[in-house]
């Protein structure tokens, strides 16, 4: 059978912005696979066996970015069962990557010519509503980056690394920015303004 090349869209934004929430709506309405970065971490840090449990469980509470060696492969692996069990299933939601420049070098290593990034769907939202949302969250998620320490780490490795990630690609006019402040409803109009122009 053929195969088709796998089309990717990258969705960013800081943390809580709210691209889980979105993507799963996304998933609901388009045929795209969600595939979140962050998800594929935690369920390899509590795979029995895995060598890279503490290391991910150290990164994840310091709100640091794990090394890409480890990211990518999780990506790959999970992009290539998913068009395995269904060869109609090559449109990709990436939530949460690449959120460095080692990320993207590690992707360019891994993907180019393997996969073509359609464009980046930004999640834009001040420090302080991603804040509030994510302690929000905090009182029930059981996540171990919900906590104030843990969320001023998180704000600043988003400042620092991926926002020149994003601004990288808008300089390649690759960026669609969505405010992401508003309610979930809201955001998601204006997400499908966004694909629906994509085709
Ligand atoms: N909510 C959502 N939308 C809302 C809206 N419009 N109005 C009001 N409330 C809204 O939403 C967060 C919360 O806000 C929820 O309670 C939701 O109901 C509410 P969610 O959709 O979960 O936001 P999301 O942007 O997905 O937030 P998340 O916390 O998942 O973002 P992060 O980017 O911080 O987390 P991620 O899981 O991607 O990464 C976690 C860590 O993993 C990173 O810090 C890093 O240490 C590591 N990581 C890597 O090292 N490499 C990677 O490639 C990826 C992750
Ligand atoms: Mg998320």
Redesign the pocket.
Known sequence: ALIMKPQVVFVL????????????KIVENYNYTHL???????AERSREGSEFGQL?DS????????P?EI?INL?RKAMEETMQTDEKKFRFLI?????NED?LRGWSTVMDGKADVKFVLF?DCSNE??ID??L??GKS?G?T??NRQ?LE??IQ??LQSTRPIISLYEKRGKVHTVD?????D??FANVKTILDAEG
């Open positions: 934004g800081g943390p809580g912005a709210g691209k889980g929430t979105q993507c799963a979140s970065a962050g998800d594929l971490l935690r991910i990164y994840i509470k310091d709100g640091k970015i794990v890409v990211t990506l939530d949460g990557f690449p959120r990320n999640f509503v991603c949302r994510c929000e969250r998620s996540r980056d919900d843990s780490k998180r490795t988003y992401a402040s508003r309610d979930v809201e955001v």
